[in-house]
Protein backbone atom coordinates (compact mmCIF):
# COMPACT_ATOMS: atom_id res chain seq x y z
CA UNK A 1 0.00 0.00 0.00
CA UNK A 2 2.82 2.44 0.79
CA UNK A 3 5.10 1.61 -2.36
CA UNK A 4 4.76 4.99 -3.45
CA UNK A 5 6.75 7.70 -2.78
CA UNK A 6 4.92 10.65 -4.69
CA UNK A 7 3.63 13.47 -2.34
CA UNK A 8 -0.27 13.42 -2.97
CA UNK A 9 -2.88 16.02 -1.86
CA UNK A 10 -6.67 16.00 -2.07
CA UNK A 11 -9.10 18.45 -2.23
CA UNK A 12 -12.49 17.54 -0.45
CA UNK A 13 -15.52 18.92 -2.83
CA UNK A 14 -19.29 18.53 -1.96
CA UNK A 15 -22.19 20.50 -3.98
CA UNK A 16 -24.59 22.59 -2.45
CA UNK A 17 -28.39 20.94 -2.44
CA UNK A 18 -29.79 24.31 -3.72
CA UNK A 19 -27.36 25.89 -6.12
CA UNK A 20 -25.07 23.68 -7.04
CA UNK A 21 -21.93 25.43 -6.10
CA UNK A 22 -19.05 24.54 -3.39
CA UNK A 23 -20.05 24.02 0.27
CA UNK A 24 -16.69 24.96 2.43
CA UNK A 25 -16.01 23.96 5.59
CA UNK A 26 -16.75 27.11 8.23
CA UNK A 27 -13.64 26.91 10.60
CA UNK A 28 -14.23 26.89 13.80
CA UNK A 29 -17.82 25.51 13.72
CA UNK A 30 -19.48 21.91 12.83
CA UNK A 31 -20.56 22.75 9.97
CA UNK A 32 -20.26 23.56 5.96
CA UNK A 33 -21.62 26.23 4.01
CA UNK A 34 -22.75 27.61 0.91
CA UNK A 35 -20.74 31.00 -0.26
CA UNK A 36 -23.18 32.09 -2.82
CA UNK A 37 -26.72 31.00 -0.91
CA UNK A 38 -26.13 30.44 2.22
CA UNK A 39 -26.85 26.98 2.87
CA UNK A 40 -25.36 25.53 5.38
CA UNK A 41 -25.39 21.44 6.40
CA UNK A 42 -24.17 20.30 10.16
CA UNK A 43 -21.99 17.26 9.85
CA UNK A 44 -21.90 14.86 13.23
CA UNK A 45 -18.82 12.72 14.00
CA UNK A 46 -18.10 10.42 16.48
CA UNK A 47 -17.22 12.07 20.51
CA UNK A 48 -16.36 8.65 21.86
CA UNK A 49 -12.48 8.98 21.19
CA UNK A 50 -10.13 8.88 18.28
CA UNK A 51 -9.77 5.79 15.51
CA UNK A 52 -6.48 4.55 17.53
CA UNK A 53 -5.46 1.31 15.48
CA UNK A 54 -2.93 -1.36 16.62
CA UNK A 55 0.18 -0.96 15.14
CA UNK A 56 1.54 -4.26 14.89
CA UNK A 57 -0.71 -5.75 12.21
CA UNK A 58 -0.22 -2.84 9.90
CA UNK A 59 3.59 -3.32 10.32
CA UNK A 60 3.03 -7.15 8.99
CA UNK A 61 0.79 -5.48 6.17
CA UNK A 62 -1.90 -7.72 7.52
CA UNK A 63 -4.25 -4.77 8.25
CA UNK A 64 -3.47 -2.26 5.30
CA UNK A 65 -6.56 -2.61 4.43
CA UNK A 66 -8.95 -1.82 7.02
CA UNK A 67 -9.59 1.71 7.49
CA UNK A 68 -8.27 2.69 4.03
CA UNK A 69 -9.77 3.95 0.73
CA UNK A 70 -8.57 4.46 -2.73
CA UNK A 71 -8.17 7.91 -3.86
CA UNK A 72 -7.66 10.01 -7.30
CA UNK A 73 -3.81 11.43 -7.37
CA UNK A 74 -2.55 14.23 -9.86
CA UNK A 75 0.93 14.84 -10.60
CA UNK A 76 2.27 18.75 -10.67
CA UNK A 77 4.90 18.11 -13.71
CA UNK A 78 6.01 21.67 -12.67
CA UNK A 79 7.28 20.79 -8.79
CA UNK A 80 6.33 17.87 -8.67
CA UNK A 81 3.45 17.58 -5.47
CA UNK A 82 0.74 15.17 -6.57
CA UNK A 83 -3.23 16.62 -5.96
CA UNK A 84 -6.77 14.84 -5.77
CA UNK A 85 -9.09 15.25 -8.34
CA UNK A 86 -12.88 14.99 -8.12
CA UNK A 87 -15.14 14.15 -10.67
CA UNK A 88 -16.96 17.38 -10.44
CA UNK A 89 -13.55 19.37 -10.84
CA UNK A 90 -13.28 21.48 -13.77
CA UNK A 91 -9.91 23.40 -13.14
CA UNK A 92 -7.23 22.43 -10.51
CA UNK A 93 -4.13 24.21 -9.74
CA UNK A 94 -1.19 23.07 -7.29
CA UNK A 95 -1.42 24.40 -3.93
CA UNK A 96 2.38 24.41 -3.46
CA UNK A 97 3.57 26.48 -7.14
CA UNK A 98 -0.34 27.60 -7.91
CA UNK A 99 0.46 25.83 -11.82
CA UNK A 100 -2.15 24.02 -13.75
CA UNK A 101 -3.37 20.29 -13.28
CA UNK A 102 -3.75 18.03 -15.97
CA UNK A 103 -7.08 16.15 -15.16
CA UNK A 104 -6.34 12.99 -17.76
CA UNK A 105 -3.27 12.47 -16.07
CA UNK A 106 -4.70 11.05 -12.60
CA UNK A 107 -4.04 8.08 -11.43
CA UNK A 108 -5.61 5.89 -7.87
CA UNK A 109 -3.53 5.20 -4.94
CA UNK A 110 -4.44 3.87 -1.11
CA UNK A 111 -4.48 5.16 1.84
CA UNK A 112 -4.81 4.91 5.56
CA UNK A 113 -7.62 7.02 6.58
CA UNK A 114 -7.25 9.46 9.57
CA UNK A 115 -8.14 8.95 12.87
CA UNK A 116 -7.80 11.95 14.15
CA UNK A 117 -8.18 15.77 12.55
CA UNK A 118 -7.42 18.82 13.90
CA UNK A 119 -9.68 21.44 11.98
CA UNK A 120 -9.05 25.38 10.92
CA UNK A 121 -9.98 27.52 13.27
CA UNK A 122 -10.13 30.77 11.10
CA UNK A 123 -10.69 31.00 7.58
CA UNK A 124 -9.00 32.34 4.21
CA UNK A 125 -9.72 35.96 4.72
CA UNK A 126 -8.08 35.99 8.54
CA UNK A 127 -4.89 34.39 7.22
CA UNK A 128 -4.49 36.70 3.87
CA UNK A 129 -4.91 39.68 6.62
CA UNK A 130 -1.83 37.92 8.77
CA UNK A 131 0.24 37.24 5.45
CA UNK A 132 -0.24 40.67 4.55
CA UNK A 133 0.67 42.28 7.65
CA UNK A 134 3.02 40.29 7.97
CA UNK A 135 4.50 41.20 4.50
CA UNK A 136 3.78 44.82 5.02
CA UNK A 137 5.69 44.48 7.75
CA UNK A 138 9.41 42.96 6.16
CA UNK A 139 12.21 45.09 5.55
CA UNK A 140 13.82 45.69 2.19
CA UNK A 141 10.63 43.85 0.53
CA UNK A 142 10.49 44.19 -3.10
CA UNK A 143 7.28 46.30 -4.07
CA UNK A 144 5.85 43.40 -6.09
CA UNK A 145 5.70 41.25 -3.47
CA UNK A 146 3.97 43.14 -1.51
CA UNK A 147 1.39 43.56 -4.88
CA UNK A 148 1.13 39.92 -4.75
CA UNK A 149 -0.41 39.53 -1.60
CA UNK A 150 -3.18 41.75 -2.56
CA UNK A 151 -4.69 38.39 -4.29
CA UNK A 152 -6.25 36.19 -1.26
CA UNK A 153 -6.30 33.34 -4.68
CA UNK A 154 -2.71 33.02 -4.04
CA UNK A 155 -3.58 31.74 -0.10
CA UNK A 156 -4.61 27.92 -0.09
CA UNK A 157 -5.28 25.86 3.38
CA UNK A 158 -3.59 22.50 3.40
CA UNK A 159 -4.33 19.75 5.65
CA UNK A 160 -0.49 17.98 6.68
CA UNK A 161 -0.64 14.56 7.50
CA UNK A 162 1.17 13.09 11.02
CA UNK A 163 1.52 9.95 12.73
CA UNK A 164 1.31 9.55 16.48
CA UNK A 165 2.48 6.72 18.10
CA UNK A 166 1.43 5.56 21.56
CA UNK A 167 3.27 2.88 23.52
CA UNK A 168 3.70 1.44 27.23
CA UNK A 169 7.36 2.18 27.91
CA UNK A 170 9.80 -0.20 30.00
CA UNK A 171 13.13 0.34 30.33
CA UNK A 172 16.37 -0.77 32.62
CA UNK A 173 19.06 1.46 32.77
CA UNK A 174 22.72 1.90 34.75
CA UNK A 175 24.39 5.02 35.11
CA UNK A 176 26.15 7.41 37.78
CA UNK A 177 24.55 9.86 40.25
CA UNK A 178 26.69 13.63 40.33
CA UNK A 179 26.26 15.65 43.26
CA UNK A 180 28.34 19.19 43.36
CA UNK A 181 30.23 20.29 46.23
CA UNK A 182 32.69 23.16 45.83
CA UNK A 183 36.52 23.60 47.64
CA UNK A 184 38.57 26.56 48.14
CA UNK A 185 41.67 26.61 45.91
CA UNK A 186 44.47 28.80 46.30
CA UNK A 187 45.72 30.95 43.40
CA UNK A 188 48.30 33.53 43.17
CA UNK A 189 47.63 36.72 41.32
CA UNK A 190 48.98 40.26 40.41
CA UNK A 191 47.82 43.35 42.35
CA UNK A 192 48.90 46.84 42.02
CA UNK A 193 52.41 45.39 41.21
CA UNK A 194 52.61 42.39 43.70
CA UNK A 195 52.40 38.90 43.67
CA UNK A 196 49.25 38.32 46.74
CA UNK A 197 47.51 34.68 47.59
CA UNK A 198 43.66 34.21 47.11
CA UNK A 199 41.61 31.64 47.07
CA UNK A 200 38.44 31.02 44.88
CA UNK A 201 35.48 28.28 45.04
CA UNK A 202 35.24 25.91 42.26
CA UNK A 203 32.88 23.09 41.87
CA UNK A 204 33.47 19.34 42.22
CA UNK A 205 31.39 16.56 41.02
CA UNK A 206 31.01 13.08 43.67
CA UNK A 207 29.76 10.49 40.86
CA UNK A 208 28.31 7.08 42.71
CA UNK A 209 26.41 4.43 40.54
CA UNK A 210 23.33 4.33 39.86
CA UNK A 211 20.98 1.72 38.16
CA UNK A 212 17.08 1.14 38.45
CA UNK A 213 14.33 0.74 36.13
CA UNK A 214 11.58 2.74 34.68
CA UNK A 215 8.42 2.40 32.67
CA UNK A 216 4.96 4.68 31.45
CA UNK A 217 2.82 5.67 28.92
CA UNK A 218 4.20 7.77 25.71
CA UNK A 219 0.79 9.63 24.42
CA UNK A 220 0.83 10.62 20.99
CA UNK A 221 4.72 10.56 19.79
CA UNK A 222 3.96 13.30 16.59
CA UNK A 223 5.92 12.09 13.19
CA UNK A 224 5.58 14.30 10.39
CA UNK A 225 4.06 11.58 7.62
CA UNK A 226 5.20 13.71 4.13
CA UNK A 227 8.86 14.46 2.21
CA UNK A 228 9.17 18.22 2.13
CA UNK A 229 12.13 18.77 1.21
CA UNK A 230 11.34 21.69 -1.78
CA UNK A 231 8.43 23.15 0.78
CA UNK A 232 9.61 22.44 3.97
CA UNK A 233 7.10 23.43 6.59
CA UNK A 234 8.95 25.90 9.16
CA UNK A 235 9.44 24.64 12.76
CA UNK A 236 7.98 28.18 14.11
CA UNK A 237 4.54 27.24 13.06
CA UNK A 238 4.82 23.38 13.65
CA UNK A 239 3.43 23.74 17.13
CA UNK A 240 -0.33 21.81 17.38
CA UNK A 241 -2.23 21.85 20.45
CA UNK A 242 -3.44 18.31 19.92
CA UNK A 243 -5.71 18.13 22.88
CA UNK A 244 -7.95 20.13 20.14
CA UNK A 245 -8.16 17.01 18.26
CA UNK A 246 -11.40 16.07 16.68
CA UNK A 247 -12.61 12.79 15.39
CA UNK A 248 -11.89 12.56 11.90
CA UNK A 249 -15.23 13.86 9.70
CA UNK A 250 -14.64 14.46 5.81
CA UNK A 251 -16.70 17.36 6.60
CA UNK A 252 -13.70 19.49 8.31
CA UNK A 253 -12.02 18.97 4.82
CA UNK A 254 -15.09 20.60 2.37
CA UNK A 255 -13.04 23.75 0.73
CA UNK A 256 -9.82 22.66 1.42
CA UNK A 257 -6.47 20.75 0.19
CA UNK A 258 -5.45 17.43 1.98
CA UNK A 259 -2.01 15.96 1.03
CA UNK A 260 -1.33 12.31 1.32
CA UNK A 261 1.23 10.88 3.64
CA UNK A 262 4.80 9.56 1.66
CA UNK A 263 6.34 8.33 4.89
CA UNK A 264 5.68 4.90 5.27
CA UNK A 265 4.16 3.98 8.19
CA UNK A 266 7.04 1.42 9.11
CA UNK A 267 9.36 4.12 8.69
CA UNK A 268 7.41 7.25 11.26
CA UNK A 269 7.49 4.42 13.38
CA UNK A 270 11.23 3.68 13.17
CA UNK A 271 10.98 7.61 14.00
CA UNK A 272 8.59 7.06 16.92
CA UNK A 273 10.83 4.46 18.52
CA UNK A 274 13.78 6.84 18.72
CA UNK A 275 11.56 9.90 20.18
CA UNK A 276 11.24 6.85 23.19
CA UNK A 277 14.66 6.03 23.46
CA UNK A 278 15.16 9.76 24.29
CA UNK A 279 12.38 9.75 26.23
CA UNK A 280 13.45 6.99 28.34
CA UNK A 281 16.96 8.62 28.53
CA UNK A 282 15.27 11.95 29.93
CA UNK A 283 12.77 9.37 32.52
CA UNK A 284 16.36 7.38 33.62
CA UNK A 285 18.12 10.66 34.16
CA UNK A 286 14.95 12.04 36.34
CA UNK A 287 15.00 9.01 38.26
CA UNK A 288 18.57 8.72 39.10
CA UNK A 289 18.43 12.51 40.50
CA UNK A 290 21.31 14.67 42.20
CA UNK A 291 22.62 17.73 40.49
CA UNK A 292 23.81 16.08 36.55
CA UNK A 293 23.58 12.08 35.30
CA UNK A 294 25.74 9.78 33.29
CA UNK A 295 23.42 7.03 31.32
CA UNK A 296 25.96 4.35 29.98
CA UNK A 297 22.93 1.40 28.98
CA UNK A 298 19.43 1.95 28.91
CA UNK A 299 17.27 -1.88 27.99
CA UNK A 300 14.51 -0.59 26.51
CA UNK A 301 10.94 -2.23 25.28
CA UNK A 302 7.25 -1.00 23.70
CA UNK A 303 4.37 -2.90 24.09
CA UNK A 304 0.68 -2.17 23.70
CA UNK A 305 1.47 0.10 20.38
CA UNK A 306 -1.02 1.72 18.52
CA UNK A 307 -0.60 4.48 15.65
CA UNK A 308 -3.43 6.87 14.28
CA UNK A 309 -3.32 9.09 11.16
CA UNK A 310 -4.03 12.79 11.25
CA UNK A 311 -4.26 16.05 9.70
CA UNK A 312 -3.41 19.06 10.63
CA UNK A 313 -3.87 22.67 8.98
CA UNK A 314 -1.22 24.92 7.61
CA UNK A 315 -2.09 27.79 5.28
CA UNK A 316 0.24 28.70 2.51
CA UNK A 317 0.88 31.33 0.07
CA UNK A 318 3.11 30.59 -3.00
CA UNK A 319 4.72 34.00 -4.76
CA UNK A 320 7.44 34.23 -7.61
CA UNK A 321 9.93 36.62 -7.65
CA UNK A 322 12.98 37.19 -10.34
CA UNK A 323 11.87 33.48 -11.46
CA UNK A 324 12.62 32.05 -8.18
CA UNK A 325 9.33 30.54 -6.12
CA UNK A 326 8.88 31.59 -2.37
CA UNK A 327 6.39 29.53 0.18
CA UNK A 328 4.62 31.68 3.18
CA UNK A 329 2.73 29.29 5.61
CA UNK A 330 0.48 29.94 8.88
CA UNK A 331 -0.37 27.24 11.50
CA UNK A 332 -4.12 26.80 10.83
CA UNK A 333 -4.84 26.71 14.59
CA UNK A 334 -2.55 29.40 16.36
CA UNK A 335 -1.66 31.61 13.32
CA UNK A 336 1.88 31.61 13.44
CA UNK A 337 3.35 32.29 10.49
CA UNK A 338 6.60 32.29 9.08
CA UNK A 339 8.37 31.42 5.29
CA UNK A 340 11.27 32.39 3.39
CA UNK A 341 11.51 36.19 1.26
CA UNK A 342 13.36 37.84 -1.22
CA UNK A 343 15.22 41.18 -0.76
CA UNK A 344 15.07 43.88 -2.63
CA UNK A 345 18.69 44.96 -3.76
CA UNK A 346 18.14 48.68 -4.41
CA UNK A 347 16.22 49.59 -1.34
CA UNK A 348 19.61 47.28 0.01
CA UNK A 349 21.57 49.65 -1.28
CA UNK A 350 19.91 53.15 -1.13
CA UNK A 351 19.94 52.03 2.22
CA UNK A 352 23.80 51.50 2.75
CA UNK A 353 24.14 55.16 0.85
CA UNK A 354 21.33 57.03 3.37
CA UNK A 355 23.66 55.49 6.37
CA UNK A 356 27.32 55.81 4.73
CA UNK A 357 26.12 60.11 4.23
CA UNK A 358 24.70 60.06 7.66
CA UNK A 359 28.37 58.48 9.21
CA UNK A 360 29.70 61.15 6.73
CA UNK A 361 27.65 64.36 8.36
CA UNK A 362 29.25 63.21 11.71
CA UNK A 363 32.43 63.05 11.36
CA UNK A 364 31.89 66.00 8.94
CA UNK A 365 30.35 68.07 11.62
CA UNK A 366 33.01 66.45 14.34
CA UNK A 367 35.51 67.96 12.38
CA UNK A 368 34.29 71.65 12.46
Given at each position: ?5 K ?12 C ?20 H ?26 H ?38 A ?128 R ?47 W ?85
Amino acid sequence: MEQKEKKAVSEHKKSCTNCGAELKYKPGTKHITCEYCGHHEEFTHATDGFQELELKPYLQEMGSQSHSEKIMMLHCKNCGANQHIEENYKSLHCVYCTMPLIIEDAYKEDWILPGAILPFQFDQKKSHQIFSKWVKGLWFAPNNLKKATLDPQNTKGLYLPYWTFDAQLYANYRGERGDYYYVNVPYTTTVNGKQVSKTRRERRTRWSSASGNINGFVDDTLIKASHQNKNPIPRKISNWNLNSLESFNTGFLAGFVTEKYTIPLKDGHLSSTKEAERIADTWARQDIGGDTQRVHHIDMSLSQETFKHILLPVYISAYRFNGKKYNFFINGQTGAISGNRPYSFWKIFFFVLFIAAIIGAIIWFSEK
